[in-house]
Protein backbone atom coordinates (compact mmCIF):
# COMPACT_ATOMS: atom_id res chain seq x y z
CA UNK A 1 0.00 0.00 0.00
CA UNK A 2 1.60 3.37 -1.08
CA UNK A 3 1.16 5.85 1.88
CA UNK A 4 2.41 9.89 1.49
CA UNK A 5 1.40 13.35 0.54
CA UNK A 6 -1.80 13.46 -0.97
CA UNK A 7 -2.12 17.36 -0.36
CA UNK A 8 -0.27 20.48 0.28
CA UNK A 9 -0.85 23.95 1.22
CA UNK A 10 0.87 26.99 2.13
CA UNK A 11 0.15 30.00 4.13
CA UNK A 12 3.04 33.91 4.73
CA UNK A 13 2.03 36.66 6.21
CA UNK A 14 1.00 39.67 4.12
CA UNK A 15 3.83 42.05 5.31
CA UNK A 16 7.57 41.16 3.69
CA UNK A 17 10.42 43.61 4.29
CA UNK A 18 13.01 43.73 1.13
CA UNK A 19 16.48 41.87 2.88
CA UNK A 20 18.35 44.36 0.27
CA UNK A 21 16.98 47.48 2.20
CA UNK A 22 17.51 45.11 5.14
CA UNK A 23 21.22 44.81 4.39
CA UNK A 24 21.66 48.62 3.96
CA UNK A 25 19.93 49.60 6.95
CA UNK A 26 22.23 46.97 8.86
CA UNK A 27 25.42 48.67 6.99
CA UNK A 28 25.53 45.72 5.00
CA UNK A 29 27.15 45.08 1.76
CA UNK A 30 23.30 43.60 -0.20
CA UNK A 31 25.05 41.05 -2.03
CA UNK A 32 25.91 39.55 1.40
CA UNK A 33 22.16 38.98 1.97
CA UNK A 34 20.64 38.60 -1.54
CA UNK A 35 23.92 36.18 -2.97
CA UNK A 36 26.10 35.22 0.27
CA UNK A 37 22.71 34.14 2.23
CA UNK A 38 20.30 33.60 -0.67
CA UNK A 39 17.31 35.54 0.69
CA UNK A 40 15.55 38.40 -1.54
CA UNK A 41 12.30 38.78 0.81
CA UNK A 42 11.75 38.00 4.19
CA UNK A 43 7.93 37.39 5.65
CA UNK A 44 6.64 39.36 8.60
CA UNK A 45 3.93 38.26 11.20
CA UNK A 46 1.83 40.82 12.49
CA UNK A 47 0.49 40.72 16.14
CA UNK A 48 -2.74 38.70 14.76
CA UNK A 49 -0.52 35.77 13.40
CA UNK A 50 1.04 32.96 15.28
CA UNK A 51 1.87 29.78 14.72
CA UNK A 52 -1.56 28.21 15.42
CA UNK A 53 -3.37 30.85 12.85
CA UNK A 54 -0.06 30.15 10.33
CA UNK A 55 -1.01 26.85 10.33
CA UNK A 56 -5.18 27.23 10.44
CA UNK A 57 -4.58 29.70 7.38
CA UNK A 58 -2.56 26.59 5.71
CA UNK A 59 -4.50 24.27 6.19
CA UNK A 60 -7.98 25.81 5.07
CA UNK A 61 -7.08 26.20 1.04
CA UNK A 62 -6.78 22.24 0.69
CA UNK A 63 -9.40 20.90 3.22
CA UNK A 64 -12.70 19.84 1.88
CA UNK A 65 -15.78 18.20 3.84
CA UNK A 66 -14.90 14.38 2.61
CA UNK A 67 -11.01 15.66 4.15
CA UNK A 68 -13.00 16.33 7.49
CA UNK A 69 -14.36 13.23 7.88
CA UNK A 70 -11.51 11.07 7.45
CA UNK A 71 -9.21 12.45 9.24
CA UNK A 72 -8.55 11.12 12.94
CA UNK A 73 -5.13 12.69 13.53
CA UNK A 74 -3.81 16.52 13.72
CA UNK A 75 -0.16 16.22 14.10
CA UNK A 76 1.69 19.83 14.45
CA UNK A 77 5.33 20.44 14.38
CA UNK A 78 6.47 23.77 16.13
CA UNK A 79 9.42 25.38 17.55
CA UNK A 80 6.82 28.62 17.89
CA UNK A 81 4.35 26.97 20.37
CA UNK A 82 1.78 29.21 22.02
CA UNK A 83 1.53 26.92 25.08
CA UNK A 84 3.45 24.60 27.36
CA UNK A 85 1.07 22.67 27.94
CA UNK A 86 -1.64 22.62 25.03
CA UNK A 87 -0.74 21.73 21.78
CA UNK A 88 -1.19 24.00 19.15
CA UNK A 89 -3.11 20.81 17.20
CA UNK A 90 -6.07 21.17 19.30
CA UNK A 91 -6.71 25.01 18.59
CA UNK A 92 -6.38 24.48 15.28
CA UNK A 93 -8.78 21.50 15.47
CA UNK A 94 -11.25 23.81 16.40
CA UNK A 95 -10.79 26.70 14.13
CA UNK A 96 -11.16 24.11 10.60
CA UNK A 97 -13.74 22.51 12.34
CA UNK A 98 -12.69 18.95 12.23
CA UNK A 99 -14.96 16.32 14.48
CA UNK A 100 -14.01 15.22 17.80
CA UNK A 101 -13.07 11.54 17.03
CA UNK A 102 -10.10 13.15 16.67
CA UNK A 103 -6.13 12.58 18.01
CA UNK A 104 -4.46 16.02 18.19
CA UNK A 105 -0.62 16.35 19.48
CA UNK A 106 2.21 18.88 18.95
CA UNK A 107 5.50 18.07 18.16
CA UNK A 108 8.95 19.40 18.99
CA UNK A 109 12.11 18.58 17.54
CA UNK A 110 13.32 22.19 16.17
CA UNK A 111 13.19 22.00 12.56
CA UNK A 112 12.94 18.33 12.27
CA UNK A 113 9.30 18.31 13.96
CA UNK A 114 7.05 18.30 10.75
CA UNK A 115 9.13 15.58 9.46
CA UNK A 116 8.71 13.29 12.62
CA UNK A 117 4.83 14.14 12.04
CA UNK A 118 4.82 12.78 8.85
CA UNK A 119 6.68 9.85 9.33
CA UNK A 120 4.25 9.65 12.62
CA UNK A 121 1.26 9.77 10.23
CA UNK A 122 2.53 6.96 7.56
CA UNK A 123 2.54 4.44 10.51
CA UNK A 124 -1.06 5.53 11.78
CA UNK A 125 -1.93 5.05 8.16
CA UNK A 126 -0.66 1.68 7.91
CA UNK A 127 -2.83 0.86 10.87
CA UNK A 128 -5.71 2.87 9.75
CA UNK A 129 -5.91 2.71 5.68
CA UNK A 130 -9.36 4.31 5.34
CA UNK A 131 -8.44 7.41 7.92
CA UNK A 132 -6.34 10.79 7.03
CA UNK A 133 -3.37 12.63 8.76
CA UNK A 134 -3.68 16.36 8.41
CA UNK A 135 0.07 17.19 9.97
CA UNK A 136 1.38 20.80 10.35
CA UNK A 137 4.82 22.66 9.92
CA UNK A 138 4.29 26.02 11.25
CA UNK A 139 6.78 28.55 12.69
CA UNK A 140 8.03 32.25 12.86
CA UNK A 141 11.60 32.49 13.26
CA UNK A 142 13.46 35.03 15.16
CA UNK A 143 16.80 35.83 16.44
CA UNK A 144 16.87 39.82 17.47
CA UNK A 145 16.84 42.99 15.49
CA UNK A 146 20.73 43.80 14.60
CA UNK A 147 21.93 40.03 15.18
CA UNK A 148 23.99 37.64 13.10
CA UNK A 149 20.79 35.31 12.52
CA UNK A 150 18.22 37.97 11.32
CA UNK A 151 18.92 37.58 7.50
CA UNK A 152 17.49 34.33 8.42
CA UNK A 153 13.94 35.17 10.03
CA UNK A 154 10.42 34.39 8.13
CA UNK A 155 7.62 33.59 9.45
CA UNK A 156 4.76 30.69 7.44
CA UNK A 157 3.12 27.69 7.28
CA UNK A 158 2.75 24.34 4.82
CA UNK A 159 -0.10 21.99 5.75
CA UNK A 160 -0.05 18.34 4.66
CA UNK A 161 -2.60 15.79 4.10
CA UNK A 162 -1.24 12.24 4.71
CA UNK A 163 -2.99 9.38 3.00
CA UNK A 164 -3.43 5.68 1.52
CA UNK A 165 -2.92 6.32 -2.35
CA UNK A 166 -1.64 9.62 -2.69
CA UNK A 167 -2.48 12.22 -5.57
CA UNK A 168 0.81 13.71 -4.91
CA UNK A 169 3.73 11.84 -3.74
CA UNK A 170 4.37 8.41 -1.95
CA UNK A 171 6.88 8.14 0.56
CA UNK A 172 9.16 5.24 -0.06
CA UNK A 173 10.98 2.86 2.31
CA UNK A 174 13.78 3.11 3.86
CA UNK A 175 14.30 6.46 5.59
CA UNK A 176 17.71 6.89 7.31
CA UNK A 177 18.29 9.49 10.65
CA UNK A 178 20.88 10.66 13.08
CA UNK A 179 20.55 11.97 16.27
CA UNK A 180 23.39 13.82 18.15
CA UNK A 181 23.11 15.44 21.23
CA UNK A 182 24.33 19.16 20.36
CA UNK A 183 24.21 22.86 20.99
CA UNK A 184 24.25 24.85 17.56
CA UNK A 185 20.78 26.49 17.74
CA UNK A 186 18.20 26.34 20.67
CA UNK A 187 15.71 28.87 22.55
CA UNK A 188 15.40 28.76 26.37
CA UNK A 189 11.75 28.62 27.73
CA UNK A 190 12.59 32.20 29.43
CA UNK A 191 13.30 33.72 25.57
CA UNK A 192 11.35 34.70 22.73
CA UNK A 193 14.16 34.70 20.26
CA UNK A 194 16.29 32.09 19.29
CA UNK A 195 20.23 31.51 19.61
CA UNK A 196 22.37 29.95 17.08
CA UNK A 197 26.21 29.46 16.99
CA UNK A 198 26.25 29.98 13.01
CA UNK A 199 29.56 28.23 11.71
CA UNK A 200 28.87 25.33 14.07
CA UNK A 201 25.56 24.84 12.72
CA UNK A 202 26.51 24.99 9.26
CA UNK A 203 29.21 22.26 9.89
CA UNK A 204 26.21 20.20 11.35
CA UNK A 205 23.82 20.40 8.81
CA UNK A 206 26.34 19.48 6.25
CA UNK A 207 28.00 16.66 8.23
CA UNK A 208 24.22 15.00 9.26
CA UNK A 209 23.75 15.58 5.61
CA UNK A 210 26.86 13.51 4.14
CA UNK A 211 25.65 10.81 7.03
CA UNK A 212 22.85 10.22 6.49
CA UNK A 213 23.16 10.13 2.86
CA UNK A 214 25.68 7.33 3.13
CA UNK A 215 23.54 5.30 5.16
CA UNK A 216 20.62 5.72 2.63
CA UNK A 217 23.13 4.73 -0.48
CA UNK A 218 24.25 1.74 1.20
CA UNK A 219 20.67 0.44 2.34
CA UNK A 220 19.20 1.39 -0.85
CA UNK A 221 21.82 0.68 -3.56
CA UNK A 222 20.56 4.31 -4.98
CA UNK A 223 22.91 7.00 -6.32
CA UNK A 224 22.28 10.21 -7.41
CA UNK A 225 21.50 9.43 -10.75
CA UNK A 226 18.23 7.88 -9.31
CA UNK A 227 17.12 10.74 -8.06
CA UNK A 228 15.70 13.72 -10.02
CA UNK A 229 15.70 15.99 -8.00
CA UNK A 230 16.88 16.14 -4.26
CA UNK A 231 14.88 19.18 -1.84
CA UNK A 232 16.28 20.29 1.34
CA UNK A 233 15.41 22.29 4.79
CA UNK A 234 16.63 25.57 4.12
CA UNK A 235 16.96 27.71 7.21
CA UNK A 236 18.56 30.13 4.17
CA UNK A 237 18.57 29.21 0.68
CA UNK A 238 22.44 28.97 0.16
CA UNK A 239 22.19 25.97 3.04
CA UNK A 240 21.06 23.65 1.16
CA UNK A 241 23.08 23.98 -1.91
CA UNK A 242 26.66 23.96 0.11
CA UNK A 243 25.27 20.67 1.43
CA UNK A 244 24.27 18.91 -2.03
CA UNK A 245 27.66 20.30 -3.70
CA UNK A 246 29.82 18.23 -1.34
CA UNK A 247 28.14 14.90 -3.47
CA UNK A 248 27.95 16.07 -6.44
CA UNK A 249 30.86 14.40 -7.49
CA UNK A 250 29.16 10.95 -7.16
CA UNK A 251 27.45 11.63 -10.55
CA UNK A 252 28.14 12.83 -14.04
CA UNK A 253 28.39 16.25 -15.24
CA UNK A 254 24.41 15.67 -17.02
CA UNK A 255 23.59 14.78 -13.19
CA UNK A 256 25.10 17.78 -11.68
CA UNK A 257 23.71 19.93 -13.70
CA UNK A 258 20.19 18.19 -13.33
CA UNK A 259 20.65 18.39 -9.55
CA UNK A 260 21.31 22.35 -9.51
CA UNK A 261 18.94 22.85 -11.69
CA UNK A 262 16.19 21.90 -9.85
CA UNK A 263 17.79 22.95 -6.57
CA UNK A 264 17.35 26.61 -7.69
CA UNK A 265 13.63 25.84 -8.52
CA UNK A 266 13.09 24.29 -5.19
CA UNK A 267 14.20 27.84 -3.46
CA UNK A 268 12.02 30.04 -5.23
CA UNK A 269 9.02 30.05 -2.61
CA UNK A 270 12.14 29.94 0.13
CA UNK A 271 13.78 32.89 -0.83
CA UNK A 272 10.89 35.36 -0.43
CA UNK A 273 9.42 33.96 2.40
CA UNK A 274 12.57 33.19 5.00
CA UNK A 275 12.99 30.48 7.19
CA UNK A 276 9.69 29.07 8.52
CA UNK A 277 11.84 26.68 10.34
CA UNK A 278 9.55 23.04 10.68
CA UNK A 279 7.71 23.72 7.25
CA UNK A 280 11.03 24.72 5.24
CA UNK A 281 11.56 21.68 3.93
CA UNK A 282 8.13 21.36 2.52
CA UNK A 283 8.09 24.53 1.16
CA UNK A 284 11.14 23.66 -0.53
CA UNK A 285 9.27 20.50 -1.52
CA UNK A 286 5.96 22.72 -2.74
CA UNK A 287 8.58 25.06 -5.09
CA UNK A 288 9.79 22.19 -6.83
CA UNK A 289 6.69 20.79 -7.89
CA UNK A 290 4.67 24.24 -8.22
CA UNK A 291 7.40 25.71 -10.54
CA UNK A 292 9.02 22.65 -12.56
CA UNK A 293 8.05 22.38 -15.96
CA UNK A 294 10.14 19.13 -16.46
CA UNK A 295 9.32 16.57 -14.04
CA UNK A 296 7.04 14.13 -14.46
CA UNK A 297 5.38 11.51 -12.79
CA UNK A 298 7.22 8.87 -11.44
CA UNK A 299 10.48 10.61 -10.42
CA UNK A 300 12.14 10.27 -7.31
CA UNK A 301 12.11 12.98 -5.20
CA UNK A 302 14.90 13.08 -2.53
CA UNK A 303 14.41 14.94 0.85
CA UNK A 304 16.75 15.98 3.52
CA UNK A 305 15.56 17.25 7.11
CA UNK A 306 17.24 18.66 9.75
CA UNK A 307 16.76 20.03 13.13
CA UNK A 308 19.19 21.76 14.93
CA UNK A 309 20.16 20.07 18.78
CA UNK A 310 20.22 17.87 16.21
CA UNK A 311 18.54 15.37 14.11
CA UNK A 312 18.63 14.55 10.45
CA UNK A 313 16.95 12.32 8.50
CA UNK A 314 16.73 11.14 4.62
CA UNK A 315 14.22 9.79 2.58
CA UNK A 316 12.54 10.00 -0.55
CA UNK A 317 9.55 9.86 -2.94
CA UNK A 318 7.87 8.85 -5.92
CA UNK A 319 5.45 11.71 -7.87
CA UNK A 320 2.59 10.16 -8.70
CA UNK A 321 0.11 10.48 -11.81
CA UNK A 322 -1.33 13.71 -12.28
CA UNK A 323 0.20 15.28 -9.27
CA UNK A 324 0.37 18.54 -10.65
CA UNK A 325 -3.20 18.63 -10.28
CA UNK A 326 -3.36 18.34 -6.84
CA UNK A 327 -1.42 20.99 -6.69
CA UNK A 328 -2.47 24.88 -6.67
CA UNK A 329 0.20 27.35 -8.05
CA UNK A 330 -1.70 29.68 -8.96
CA UNK A 331 -3.00 30.39 -6.09
CA UNK A 332 0.12 30.30 -4.24
CA UNK A 333 1.41 33.27 -6.72
CA UNK A 334 -1.38 35.39 -6.13
CA UNK A 335 -1.17 35.43 -2.27
CA UNK A 336 3.26 36.03 -2.77
CA UNK A 337 1.89 38.88 -5.14
CA UNK A 338 -1.10 40.53 -3.00
CA UNK A 339 1.83 40.93 0.04
CA UNK A 340 2.68 44.36 0.81
CA UNK A 341 6.24 45.49 1.79
CA UNK A 342 6.84 47.46 4.82
CA UNK A 343 10.12 49.55 5.70
CA UNK A 344 12.75 48.60 8.41
CA UNK A 345 11.65 50.89 10.63
CA UNK A 346 7.43 48.95 10.39
CA UNK A 347 9.14 46.06 10.66
CA UNK A 348 11.63 46.71 13.79
CA UNK A 349 8.35 48.28 15.36
CA UNK A 350 6.19 44.99 14.71
CA UNK A 351 9.10 42.42 16.05
CA UNK A 352 9.28 45.05 19.00
CA UNK A 353 5.41 44.29 19.54
CA UNK A 354 5.13 42.31 22.26
CA UNK A 355 1.60 40.62 23.42
CA UNK A 356 0.86 40.98 27.46
CA UNK A 357 2.94 38.24 29.96
CA UNK A 358 1.43 39.32 32.99
CA UNK A 359 -2.58 38.35 32.30
CA UNK A 360 -3.14 41.58 30.71
CA UNK A 361 -6.15 41.23 28.66
CA UNK A 362 -5.88 42.74 25.16
CA UNK A 363 -8.03 43.05 21.87
CA UNK A 364 -5.74 42.84 18.67
CA UNK A 365 -7.47 44.90 15.14
CA UNK A 366 -7.90 41.90 13.19
CA UNK A 367 -9.51 43.65 10.79
CA UNK A 368 -5.74 45.00 9.89
CA UNK A 369 -4.80 41.28 8.84
CA UNK A 370 -6.57 40.16 5.26
CA UNK A 371 -6.40 36.50 6.89
CA UNK A 372 -9.01 34.40 7.55
CA UNK A 373 -7.73 32.99 10.92
CA UNK A 374 -6.38 35.32 12.92
CA UNK A 375 -5.51 35.53 17.07
CA UNK A 376 -8.02 38.54 18.10
CA UNK A 377 -6.67 38.59 21.34
CA UNK A 378 -5.85 37.55 25.20
CA UNK A 379 -8.51 37.31 27.91
CA UNK A 380 -8.00 35.32 31.57
CA UNK A 381 -4.47 34.17 29.77
CA UNK A 382 -6.79 32.56 27.03
CA UNK A 383 -5.35 33.44 23.07
CA UNK A 384 -9.15 34.03 21.63
CA UNK A 385 -8.57 33.14 17.64
CA UNK A 386 -11.39 33.87 15.27
CA UNK A 387 -11.84 32.18 12.07
CA UNK A 388 -13.86 34.94 9.52
CA UNK A 389 -15.11 32.81 7.51
CA UNK A 390 -17.80 31.24 10.56
CA UNK A 391 -16.65 33.75 13.09
CA UNK A 392 -15.63 30.32 15.09
CA UNK A 393 -14.05 32.66 17.94
CA UNK A 394 -12.74 31.91 21.83
Known amino acids: MQIGIDKIGFYTPHLYVDMEKLALAR ?11 GQEKMAVAPVTQDAVTLAANAALEILTDEDK ?13 VD ?4 AAIYVHR ?12 VKEACFGATAGLQMARGHIALHPESKVLVLGSDISRYGLNTSGEVTQGAGAVAMVVSAHPKILAIEEPSVYH ?9 PVYSDSAYVDGKFSNEKYISFFQNVWKQYREKTGFTLSDFKAICFHMPYTKMGLKALRTVLDETDED ?10 TSKSYNKIVGNIYTGALYLSLLSLLEQNTNIEAGARIGLYSYGSGAVGEFFSGILQPGYRKALQPARHQQMLEARK ?15 PNDGSAVTLPVNEDPATVC ?4 EGHKRQYVNKNNRVGG
Do not use: C, Q
Request: hydrophobic share 40%; glycine share 8%.
Open 84 to 87: HSKA
Open 375 to 378: LAGI
Open 27 to 37: NEDPGKFLIGI
Open 341 to 355: EISVAEYEAIFTTSL
Open 69 to 81: EKIDFVIFGTESG
Open 179 to 187: TEDIMDFWR
Open 255 to 264: GRERLLAHYE
Open 95 to 106: LLGLKPEVRAVE
